[in-house]
């Protein structure tokens, strides 16, 4: 490929990260009402600077994999993802809302900071596991066409499952971030579609994916090691 369609598919990976995160500035300041929201600010760069690292950093084909809906994809992981987004967007118009009217109160800054840590550490996750697996779909299918193998690099090498480890800490931990207790509920939600999302991929990996059962037996836990 040359260099010139190299770079034009990692600007492509890159604008498509950057629409949610549009979409996320939007909802929070719309729903808050007002600019002046710190963390609010932070929480954005933290996704921005995630976006553009792994849109730097992941493998090249693994861009258009994730930009077009190929053949395979898992139905109910389409819907899963849609109920997750769903749930995801409420949490942040609720964080705005709980702002504006002031429904949770004052907020420990520490408690903010700490938070903010996690998100941090929970983007980390996600980029490991997304520079160490080239088949790290959007949506759920056996990439035959591309030859898919099972990943025991990375992260890969204590939990089968990192990058939803990440995705849970970012949910969990944004709403204490933005200073909403109120956000939690639903991000709880989204928690747990993730581990009902982690559940059935793994199930379709030991059934469809060639040498997954057995790197099952090398790698038992799924999210958290020693939990699940």
């Known amino acids: ?96 809302l709980d702002i504006r009217f002031g429904w949770t109160g004052s907020f420990p800054l520490p408690v903010e900071i700490v938070a903010m840590m996690v998100v941090i550490v929970g983007y980390v996750f996600l980029a490991w596991a997304a520079i160490s697996n080239e088949y790290f779909s959007r949506i759920v299918r056996i990439q035959e066409e591309r030859g898919h193998i099972v990943i025991m690099n990375g992260p890969y090498r204590y939990v089968r499952h990192p990058g939803y480890l990440g995705l849970i800490l970012c949910a969990l931990a944004q709403p204490l971030m933005l200073g909403s207790l109120w956000a939690l509920i639903p991000a709880t939600f989204t928690a747990i579609v993730l581990l009902v999302r982690t559940n059935l991929e793994d199930k379709t990996l030991q059934g469809e994916l060639e040498g997954y059962k057995n790197y099952t037996s090398q790698v038992r836990y799924r999210i958290l090691s020693w939990v699940w």
Do not use: C
């Open 1 to 96: 490929m040359e260099k010139s369609e190299y770079e034009i598919t990692r600007f492509k990976g890159m604008m498509m990260g950057l629409v949610p995160i549009l979409i996320m500035a939007f909802i929070l300041f719309a729903s808050s009402g007002s600019l002046n929201w710190t963390m609010a600010w932070l929480l954005i760069g933290i996704h921005l600077l995630g976006t553009i690292f792994i849109s730097l950093k992941i493998n090249h084909g693994l861009i258009n994999e994730r930009a077009q809906e190929k053949e395979g994809i898992k139905e109910w992981d389409v819907k899963l993802v849609r109920v997750m987004n769903i749930i995801g967007l409420i949490a942040l118009l609720v964080a705005g």
